[in-house]
């Protein structure tokens, strides 16, 4: 039977191990990983562990950002595929990306300065088409649209930011919605498909969306 004081050195010994594995396993600008992006800001980190990570040249983030355990950061379908864009993601200065996000660019998603968000975000900028049911839907055409996400805006944790998105700046996004078109800046928006529910007004403040001028 293994005594207490055993069962207490086991103890430490995993959690030191992991301390170990998520400050060495992490990704900062100086790290051999990190040389591998097309910029990597200073005092930035993607934390440990991650999930999926491939073609980190088409990938640019700025400074003083952190993305967060076992996401998942990708340009283009697989790994080692060219691009036709670069920057394919740009993740601005001072974001924070939720744990257990998705960011996965063929075309362009744009994510401004100071933008945060919830765990288990996905943001996308490709589809899947469905045309001919014939087909199945994986072998079908894949539209991309750019997606932009503007300065200081916040995206609630589980949230999908689909192709065409557009985002404003200073907006905020309910937890669990859907974003596939354009949210004005200055505004709160919910839903799936997300809806703007209210909006600021200099002359008035937060307004209803119905009542904004």
Not at 25 to 47: D, K, M, V
Not at 176 to 181: A, E, L, Q, Y
Request: net charge neutral; hydrophobic share 35%; charged share 15%.
């Amino acid at each position: 039977m293994i005594s207490a004081r055993v069962r207490l050195y086991k103890e430490r010994l995993a959690h030191a191990a992991w301390s170990w594995l998520s400050l060495h396993g992490s990704i900062g600008p100086e790290t051999s990983r990190g040389r591998r992006f097309g910029s990597f800001g200073q005092n930035s980190i993607i934390c440990f562990p991650q999930t999926t990570i491939f073609n980190e040249q088409y990938i640019h983030i700025g400074d003083n950002t952190m993305i967060g355990s076992h996401v998942a950061l990708s340009a283009g379908m697989i790994p080692g595929q060219q691009c036709l864009t670069n920057p394919v993601v740009r993740i601005g200065d001072r974001c924070l990306i939720g744990r257990g996000s998705g960011i996965v660019g063929h075309l362009g998603i744009d994510i401004g300065h100071d933008v945060w968000t919830g765990h288990h975000v996905y943001i996308t900028d490709q589809n899947h088409g469905y045309e001919n049911v014939d087909l199945p839907i994986s072998m079908q055409t894949q539209p991309e649209k750019f997606v932009e996400i503007g300065d200081g805006s916040w995206i609630g944790a589980g949230s999908v930011i689909l192709p065409g998105a557009r985002i404003g700046k200073h907006v905020a996004i309910g937890a669990n919605s859907v974003v596939n078109g354009e949210i004005p800046d200055f505004s709160v928006a919910v839903g799936s498909p997300a809806k703007v529910i209210k909006r600021y007004s200099e002359k008035s403040g937060w307004v209803p969306a119905d009542e904004f001028k």
